[in-house]
C-alpha cells in the first residue's frame, strides 16, 4: 500500500508556473511508477505525465509535452510535477497516482492521491 498527497495548486495568470508535489508514504516509494492525471469540469480524468521506477522512462501527453516536467525524489519520497507557460485549459484538479500501467487506463490505477485543484486564468 501506499499513501499519496498533492500540493502546490493554486490559482495563476495564464503563462505561469506552479509546482505540484506528491509526498508518498507506506511501500517503499521506490517500488512504483508514478505519474500525473488531470480532470476538468464535465471531463473524464486524462493521462499528464508518467515516470517509471528507475526515472529512465519518462512519458507526457501532447497537450503537455514541452511545458511540464515529472520528476522524483526517492530520497524524499515525493514526485513533482513543474509547470511552465500555463494555459487556461490546463485547468483542472490534478492527481498523482501510483502503479501507472503503460496504457495509463484509469480503471487499472489503485493509488491515487486526494486532489489539488489549478486554476488558469486569461
Known amino acids: 500500500q501506499v499513501q499519496l498527497v498533492e500540493s502546490g495548486g493554486g490559482l495563476v495568470q495564464a503563462g505561469g508556473s506552479l509546482r505540484l508535489s506528491c509526498a508518498a508514504s507506506g511501500r517503499t516509494f521506490s517500488t512504483y511508477s508514478l505519474g500525473w492525471f488531470r480532470q476538468a469540469p464535465g471531463k473524464e480524468r486524462e493521462f499528464v505525465a508518467r515516470i517509471s521506477r528507475s526515472s529512465i522512462f519518462i512519458n507526457y501527453a501532447d497537450s503537455v509535452k514541452g511545458r511540464f516536467t515529472i520528476s522524483r525524489d526517492s530520497a524524499a519520497n515525493t514526485m513533482y510535477l513543474q509547470m511552465n507557460s500555463l494555459k487556461p485549459e490546463d485547468t483542472a484538479v490534478y492527481y498523482c497516482?501510483?502503479?501507472?500501467?503503460?496504457?495509463?487506463?484509469?480503471?487499472?490505477?489503485?493509488?491515487w492521491g486526494q486532489g489539488t485543484q489549478v486554476t488558469v486564468s486569461s
Open positions: 497516482a501510483a502503479d501507472i500501467p503503460t496504457n495509463y487506463d484509469v480503471s487499472l490505477i489503485n493509488y
